[in-house]
């Protein structure tokens, strides 16, 4: 096992001088290590010397280490960790004091404690300031190094293989288990799966794969190396506290757990890494559990990008039928996935994200389920940011957000088409109780609410700002949006929408402010809302509002640009650089907007 070694015996003759004396400023403290390259499986030494010209002193000693990503971690009583904290507290120095080069720490690499666990430049730190305070006493002194991980190859076949071979391309192994212990603990490798099914009934295979740090698992794609777990009520991968891992190029599949990720289950480590984990190119279907049927991603970071994840179902409270991510505040991607088809028996059958932060880029999210909200993604008192996704035909039938739900979360809603979702309470997306919420320069399109907010519910947001919400249905009230708190809604085209009752562009509860927006053709426009320099099919008071067809002409990107003679352009509040519109154009000939803001949608330029 990786540890950290400290030279006992030395400490113990400096702590031997820790006596009364007074403060100078003349002392210091250099560190080294005995190479500036390592590969994995050298170990580093690691060294200090120092020496005080002046009076005697006490002080605290530091020791830190600069990681690649700039994560700073420093050493103390319990150990490394991210807090600043003195690795010797109030040791006395002499005057005179002299300690020439001497070793006092030792690691093997690659190592946890402390984390140098991939390649890059890592640098360690060494300082002495006054005892109970971050007030140097000299310079701080550095060293680094870098640290070059060199992988071997590794070979498994579950036909031709043999567990007592060698692990070779000529002399594979049969099982993936078997591979996974055997590697030797200290390097960084790839492990090549052939094409087949690794199953206990085909070649033996034993579920869950225990995935290890610093390796890389790599079938020959997604429709040629299947893992199968059985159905036999374990998950088919766990990747507990490692890290510098990849699976890549499998089918997964028959996973199922009563805890978290029938599929692939990981949790930590505690802190962030050079290089986040990787899941990418994988089919990820037909796995079960109680959060994450898919994976299931506790407190960690890593980056999801380019898998099919379709068809899993998550049957606990904490939801998520393909991925779930909790409790992490290390920036989790979601990117560049297809996830269709999954479903869960709470929130957010395509994703779920809880707790922590999240990033839900470019994917394709369609046809997905859940029972109480967030149909495609589900968020709880979580920070997202999505953006470019396409997120059409989910549902909630019984609950709130076909495409998006949030609740008490802090999200960035950009740059997505929200199209044919359905739920009880918004159709596309749904935000309830408090938070910080953007929904900014997305297309709402044709998404049905039998109750409230067709294409938007939105208890709680700060600026919904340049959207298409475009035929959009509810059976209650806002045909395009219903809000109950007072909400800044700024250049959106907002057209085509119809209620049951009240609200056919927007119903409010308290008030809210409508500005620079077209809305056409909703039947019954506004409720308890208030409308300035806007395009109103309905003859709606309020300063500088017009009553004409804006003169809708389609283009490139969609159907709601405006003609070059349409009362709208020219027309708004404020300059298109105040509204941060200046590089897009709401012309089909791609016109950049300048000066005086046009009203509606902006589109970017082509």
Known sequence: MKQLIIAVAIIAVLMALALPGVSAAAAYISIYTDSDTYQAGDTIEVSLSGSNDAEGMQVDVYIGLLRPNGGLFTIGDQGWGEATQPWIHGIYLPGGFEMARTSFFWFDLPCDTPPIDGPGEYIFLAGLTEPDTLEFLS???????????????????????????????????????????????????????????????????????????????????????????????????????????????????????????????????LFMQVEPPVIKGNIISGNSARAGGGICCDGCEIT???????????????????????????????????????????????????????????????????????????????????????????????????GVFGWSCTATIENNLIKENEAEYGGGLSVIWNGDMYIVNNQIISNRASSDGGGIDCEWADEISNNIIADNTAAGDGGGIWFHSSAWVFNNTIVGNATGSRGGAIFSNTGGYIMDSIIWNNGDELHNCIASFCCIDDPVEGEANIHVDPLFAAGPLGEYYLCPDSPCIDAGSRTAEEAGLSGMTTQAGGTPDTGIVDMGFHYPLP
Not at 346 to 375: D, H, K, P
Request: with cysteine; net charge negative; hydrophobic share 30%.
């Open 304 to 402: 999801i990008s380019g898998n099919l994840i379709s068809d899993n179902y998550a049957y606990g409270a904490f939801g998520g039928g393909g991925i779930y991510c909790g409790n992490s505040s290390k920036y989790p991607v979601i990117e560049n996935n297809t996830i269709e088809g999954n479903s869960a028996y709470t929130y957010g059958g395509g994703v779920q994200c809880e707790l922590g932060t999240g990033s839900i880029l470019g994917n394709t999210i369609r046809g997905n389920s859940a029972a109480g909200g967030g149909g495609g993604v589900g968020s709880y008192m979580a920070y997202v940011y999505l953006s470019g996704n396409s997120i059409t035909d989910n549902s909630t039938r019984y609950g709130y957000g076909g």
């Open 139 to 269: 310079g701080i002194s550095a060293v680094s190094f870098e640290f070059e991980q060199v992988s071997l190859e590794f070979y498994v076949n579950a036909e031709l293989g043999d567990n007592a071979n060698d692990g070779s391309a000529s002399a594979p192994w049969r099982t993936i288990t078997h591979a996974l212990s055997a590697i030797p603990e200290v390097t960084s490798a790839t492990l090549n799966v052939a094409r087949g099914t690794y199953s206990t009934s085909t070649n033996g295979e034993t579920f869950p794969l225990n995935m290890r740090s610093g390796i890389s698992l790599v079938g020959e794609g997604a429709h040629a190396t299947t893992l199968d777990a059985g159905n036999l009520g374990v998950r088919v991968i766990q990747c507990y506290e490692i890290v510098h891992w990849s699976i890549e190029g499998f089918y997964i599949t028959g996973g199922e757990t009563d805890a978290g990720g029938g599929g692939i289950s990981i949790k930590g480590p």
